[in-house]
T-cell receptor, first 113, second 114 residues
Framework: SQTIHQWPATLVQPVGSPLSLECTVE??????LYWYRQAAGRGLQLLFY??????ISSEVPQNLSASRPQDRQFILSSKKLLLSDSGFYLC????????????FGEGSWLTVV | AQSVTQLGSHVSVSEGALVLLRCNYS??????LFWYVQYPNQGLQLLLK??????LVKGINGFEAEFKKSETSFHLTKPSAHMSDAAEYFC????????????FGTGTQLKVEL
């Protein structure tokens, strides 16, 4: 069966520091990969979307970037964090066809102080 | 572009009462519709999804939803609420040609009282 792991689960970082959140998927190949951010009262916002290695689509302009160095690895990064980057970050995967279920990881809480 | 509106950011029901969480969508092409549940500090879990087969969709934990094209709605129901149903519920939509990307509503927090 397929599983998705993301880490760290909780992170407290000072303003201006770098960020790296990692996500890996097991039990499938060539998945679509996603990074979502959840802010209080605002639902989930799609940040990045990838259909293959090195193929990243940015959905909103921001202080963050994403990379996909391997087929089942997705990394969310920032060179200098802002206070507004605080939130709950969720990695997710799906098979490629539209309408397929998107499966979410357990999430990472980021607090920028 | 497609969108989802969830009416009521907070819903409170008594244990044993009907649960009704409302979702309306906007899409210029036939949509795929999803309901997810999120327990505190956890990821999202799929409850059910509509993919153009039967309009009444049954999901896990006794939940079901009915796709009504004329009303552009996909409301989530459960006949009898249980304390364990207390969570946040998200409606989401995707469309063909959209790269299997979900657009989410802002969520409804369900509270179940004794």
């Amino acid at each position: 069966s397929q599983t998705i792991h993301q880490w760290p689960a909780t992170l407290v970082q000072p303003v201006g520091s770098p960020l790296s959140l990692e996500c890996t998927v097991e039990g499938t190949s060539n998945p679509n990969l996603y990074w979502y951010r959840q802010a209080a009262g605002r639902g989930l916002q799609l940040l990045f979307y990838s259909v293959g290695i090195g193929q990243i689509s940015s959905e909103v302009p921001q202080n963050l970037s994403a990379s996909r160095p391997q087929d089942r690895q997705f990394i969310l990064s920032s060179k200098k964090l802002l206070l507004s980057d605080s939130g709950f970050y969720l990695c997710a995967w799906s098979a490629g066809t539209t309408g397929n279920t998107i499966y979410f990881g357990e999430g990472s809480w980021l607090t920028v102080v | 572009a497609q969108s989802v509106t969830q009416l009521g950011s907070h819903v409170s029901v008594s244990e044993g009462a009907l649960v009704l969480l409302r979702c309306n969508y906007s899409s210029s092409v036939p949509p795929y519709l999803f309901w997810y549940v999120q327990y505190p500090n956890q990821g999202l879990q799929l409850l059910l999804k509509y993919t153009s087969a039967a309009t009444l969709v049954k999901g896990i934990n006794g939940f079901e939803a009915e796709f009504k094209k004329s009303e552009t709605s996909f409301h989530l129901t459960k006949p009898s609420a249980h304390m364990s149903d207390a969570a946040e519920y998200f409606c989401a939509v995707s469309v063909a040609g959209g790269g299997n990307k979900l657009t989410f509503g802002t969520g409804t927090q369900l509270k179940v009282e004794l």
